[in-house]
DNA sequence: CGCATTATCGCAACTAAGTTGCAATAATAC
DNA sequence: GTATTATTGCAACTTAGTTGCGATAATGCG
């Protein structure tokens, strides 16, 4: 179990994710939290969140490693795989709704655990 | 242009990509020409056959840059945008061949550009 | 072929993300 | 209120990838 004391920190980094649909970088959380936190805590916080199936993480374009809320998880199982887009302009990371779509394309070939799109969103899409 | 002398260099790193179907990452070139070239010298050949597009990179699970041989690109376009599955176990990443099923999934919502997808490989699921 | 030009290379030093060990601090249980 | 121990801050480290610069070698031309 990742989570045994309910401290302000933890708590902050928590609220982080409750006020935000999306994906959120830990690099963004290092420098949003500069001067409130080391950056091993909350490293350390992360790795907490993911233990307890809170969170997941993965990795976007740039080599970052990323989290976003789990939601239909309980501690004992991680089974939200929704897949997730970045966008290669803005560098946002959406959630995307599991659609089961994913899982015809390769079939037989593997077994495939998270799906990661990269691309151009709507809102670059429409300036440029 | 990247390319434009064709060293022996250039050569031996091309080779690694033509008798290999699938991806390859930057990290394991670093390490296998360790006594031969520099690692410098590999990231910025790397660098100019992406400019080419004779490969085109992305990053895997652990935030690695891979490399795999581009197929129907020409100098000044990129079109090859095939999937690619990484095993979570065996750290392998394959080359999936286009099957046009991606990009109904997202439709409307972006302009999806890369598809990564991570999971269990056939032979790591067969033998555990 | 020989030479000048300049792309490529090796080296060392750097950057940035993430990790680790340890002593200090603070949350919990009694 | 105090003891226990999880959490935190700090500094030092690791690892992938980048950069500047002088040395080397590929190419083009006479």
């Known amino acids: 179990m ?5 401290t302000k920190h933890f708590q902050k980094v928590l609220d982080q994710f409750s006020k935000q649909e999306n994906a959120i970088s830990a690099n963004y ?31 976007g374009v740039h080599g970052l490693k990323w989290y976003a809320k789990c939601l239909d998880c309980t501690v004992k199982e991680h089974n939200d795989n929704h897949p997730h887009f970045q966008c290669e302009k803005c560098n946002e990371v959406q959630c995307i709704s599991q659609t089961n779509n994913e899982s015809k394309i390769i079939d037989a070939q593997f077994l495939v655990k998270s799906v990661f799109l990269t691309g151009i969103c709507n809102r670059c899409f429409s300036t440029c």
Chains 1, 2 share one sequence.
Do not use: A, Q
């Open 29 to 59: 959380l290092v420098s949003h939290f500069n001067d409130e936190m080391n950056k091993s805590t909350i490293y350390r916080i992360l790795d907490k969140l993911e233990d307890d199936n809170i969170i997941h993480s993965f990795v």
């Open 2 to 6: 990742g989570i045994i004391r309910k």
